[in-house]
């Protein structure tokens, strides 16, 4: 203590102890008045405070606790002086009556406040942790300290604190270890918790960690899982689904999950997507729809997307490339062909979009009637792997091994000699294809 010799120390101390008998009781009844009439309050809470912030919190009590009694609404002050001392004052208790006699004080001090104060939702917050700090090793106190913890965080919303969210999923794991509460039950906390902070994350580092460390919680129990969130979500979702906050939500939970394979997030991400389209939100919604091998229904938004004004040169030519991709998924092999080419116009440097491009012609050669026709589709689509290999050098290695390939399977000598052509001509490829190439032989 500041400023104390042992003896001045000592005598304080039995004075505390001999107050403290009668405030570890139940002070449902004060010691005095409660109405401050005749009192001067603010003399008793100036006397207090200069011994408080010489930080002599055993000489300070002596008088906080008249102005405790006596002056309840008279300042706010007061309370948060009165949980800074008990902390102090249970910290160097021992264990047993005495020291849960500070506790159950503390607990009063939270009370008296929301009581002349209010601010329930930030007081349930606090008074939450302090009892989970000093009675988490009973399960009944942790029940209770979770159900102030989740009060507090129904009324504060997304102006919760971390540290509130962080403990109601560390209370909401003991009791689900103990069978208090179900998995149903914490996987909601979890659902928003991890929504507050979803919100926050860009507030600071501080509710980016508390992010990962719920999410790390949460994953260790097991319960962090696809089919869990399905359990959850699913009976909700059609009374739902035109509820734009809701389906937020789910999408969140979902994509930072690892689980927006789910056919309840892909759901959700349409009925999000239809209040309000954008070309960025119909691409990106077609690129999660290319994951779950979707991909008709993803080569319809790539083109809703590719309609939108002020979209980039560059943009516009990735997007025509995946849409090249997609087509060639579902089997729309001319489809192809034509957004590869419209990707190549727009960017003439894209090896990547020539590669495709001779795949598609590949793909697309049953079109183009006999043998000999389609073995034509193979000169077609060494032009496009050449073409690749001298744009992108990155590209070289993959662009020239199937070129190899598609000199191995060139028309013969033979056949090209009874269509009375020779090798260097010129030749018209048909179908879907419509381009021209030059004759070569496989020899």
Not at 89 to 106: C, H, N, Q
Not at 405 to 419: A, G, H, K, Q, V
Request: charged residues 25%; contains cysteine; proline residues 2%.
């Amino acid at each position: 203590m500041k400023g104390k010799t042992l003896k001045t120390y000592f005598v304080s101390a039995l004075i505390f102890l001999f107050a403290l008998t009668a405030v570890s009781q139940s002070r449902k009844v004060p010691v005095y008045s409660t109405s401050g009439d005749n009192f001067d309050c603010k003399a008793m809470s100036s006397a207090y405070r200069t011994f408080f912030n010489a930080d002599l919190y055993h000489t300070a009590y002596i008088t906080w606790i008249i102005a405790f009694d006596n002056c309840p609404s008279s300042n706010k002050r007061m309370y948060l002086d009165g949980v800074t001392m008990y902390r102090f004052f249970i910290e160097e208790a021992p264990e047993g009556p005495v020291r849960e006699g500070l506790v159950d004080t503390l607990m009063l001090i939270y009370d008296r406040r929301m009581e002349n104060f209010g601010e329930e939702g930030n007081v349930l917050g606090r008074k939450g942790r302090d009892l989970l700090a000093y009675r988490g090793n009973d399960i009944e106190q942790v029940q209770e300290a979770y159900e102030m913890l989740r009060m507090s965080i129904e009324l504060q919303g997304k102006k919760s604190q971390e540290s509130v969210l962080l403990l109601s999923i560390k209370s909401g794991i003991a009791l689900n270890n103990v069978g208090r509460i179900d998995d149903n039950q914490l996987i909601e906390d979890y659902i928003i918790a991890s929504g507050i902070l979803i919100q926050q994350e860009k507030r600071s580092t501080r509710w980016e960690k508390t992010k990962v460390k719920i999410d790390e919680l949460i994953l260790n129990e097991g319960l962090l899982s696809c089919e869990a969130f399905d359990q959850y979500f699913e009976p909700q979702f059609e009374e739902n689904m035109n509820d734009k906050h809701f389906l937020k939500e789910i999408v969140a939970i979902y994509n930072t999950s690892g689980c927006e394979r789910s056919d309840i997030n892909v759901a959700a991400s349409e009925k999000l997507y239809s209040f309000k389209p954008t070309p960025e939100s119909a691409h990106k919604l077609a690129i999660l729809l290319i994951t779950v091998n979707e991909y008709e229904k993803a080569a319809g938004y790539l083109k809703e997307a590719l309609q939108g004004d002020n979209i980039g040169r560059e943009t516009r030519a990735e997007w025509n490339y995946e849409l090249a991709v997609v087509s060639i998924g579902y089997g729309n092999y001319c489809e192809a062909i034509e957004y590869a080419r419209e990707a190549n116009m727009l960017k003439s440097d894209f090896g990547k979009a020539y590669i495709l491009l001779g795949d598609a012609f590949v793909a697309s050669r049953e079109n183009l009637g006999d043998d000999f026709q389609q073995r034509t589709a193979f000169w077609a689509a060494a032009d496009m792997y050449q073409k690749a290999a001298s744009v992108d050098p990155d590209l070289a290695e993959s662009a020239n091994q199937k070129l190899a390939e598609c000199r191995s399977l060139y028309p013969n000598n033979e056949d090209i000699f009874f269509r009375d052509l020779k090798n260097g001509d010129t030749y018209l490829v048909g179908g879907c294809i419509k381009g021209y190439t030059t004759v070569r032989s496989d020899s």
